[in-house]
């Protein structure tokens, strides 16, 4: 049997010189568990309640498509003929090759496949090199070095190697979202072999549903924003409310609606990345913890400060609308509170949160477009960093069909990065 030619990418440049431009650090979260003597080390108590309190995703699928069947994504087994069916995998591990994460299977079981990742890693280390991508025939393996951590990507989905690079640098700040970077390297200074598994007991959660998004999601493929539709004296009108009456060492506050922002209140010259956005909105949509309760919640934002913690302020004020306030004070979780009060009730009164509600569960379809022969499209506007696409319906409406749209899209993303608009 003729084998598969085999491809390696490597940077010759040293990767002690390589910039980290992307460092980031992103939540933790505590519910009705206010407490005003936060330390760096609250988010991970937090995030280990979150798992004796028995979160789970609102958006992962119990059970995921594998050629013409399915199969469960976590109790999977990596010896398995149905772990190997998957079309893409994540895994994390140490500098030292021990496991951290897998997007499938027992991350234990693969103790041995995380030593030879690490054993291909360090061969061209030791030479100076460091090692980007590997292409063997249909697959393709992508790796991120961010020490202490690395991150490997295999996939046979024809996605291009910056797209999966981007994708494990998103898994790379969803780590440090817990811990800080600060306190990443310190714990590894410490003890090279250290477990990280015992500090991310309960945010697997999060890893998964951000590893869910990168395949129905087009925020993270487009680097942008998906803002609701509304009209403008709507959103004007949220907008009003939110700027009545705030309290102090404010930084954002925003009201989202299923993923997709309504409003956004900022300081001048201080735009939030979309990054640090898409982080923010995977930890809203991926427990359902935070429907429940007000939530106070340590947080970092990578692009605004990869060292520190802010603290954000979550609350559901209708079935898929949220406001989200984000503050620098970690005391200030009543005053914010009654504060969202007085916005509900404003909201209530002038009628916004009726309307955001009722857009939010309509979706524009392709045929209002009212173009012969389209089928769908996707847009995104560069000076504003956000886009459009209008909800599946025809022949979309069926999933296996709308997963090829989704790689369709990806393909052509990958292959022309400048464009600003896809149609079918």
Known sequence: MQQEPVFIERDSTNSSNSTDDDNSMKPASYQSSYSSNSTDSDPIKCYNKLKRQGSRSSIIPTEEAVGGGTVTTKDTKADSGTWLQHKKHFFILSSAGKPVWTRYGDESRLSSLMGVIQAIISFFQDGD????????????????????????????????????????????????????SVQLTRIFEQRVNFDLRRLLGGTEVF???????????????????????LSRSVRDQAGGILTD??????????????????????????????????????????STTFHTAESWTPLCLPKFNSRGFLHAYICYIEKGVSIVVISTDKNSFFEISEWKTKIVEAMQKNAVLENVKEASDRLYMVEEIQIPSLLHFMYKSKV????TTPGFSGSYTNDINRRRLFRLYQHRQGNFIRMDYFIV
Not at 384 to 387: K, P
Request: net charge positive; glycine share 4%.
């Open 207 to 229: 890893l998964d549903s951000l590893s869910t998004l990168f395949n129905n999601d087009h925020s993270f493929m487009l680097s942008g924003l998906q803002c609701l539709r």
């Open 129 to 180: 090199d460091t090692i980007k991508s590997i292409n063997a025939g249909h697959h393709k393996f992508v790796f991120l070095l961010k020490e202490p951590l690395y991150f490997v990507s295999v996939s046979r989905t024809g996605e291009s190697d910056s797209q999966l690079r981007d994708q494990l640098l998103y898994l790379h700040n969803q780590i440090i979202s817990v811990l800080t």
């Open 245 to 286: 009456g705030k309290v102090k060492n404010l930084l954002y506050a925003m009201v989202v609606a299923d993923g997709k922002l309504v409003t956004l209140l900022r300081p001048r010259k201080h735009s939030l990345h979309p990054s640090d956005l898409h982080l923010l909105f995977n930890m809203l949509t991926g």
């Open 384 to 387: 504003h960093v956000q886009f």
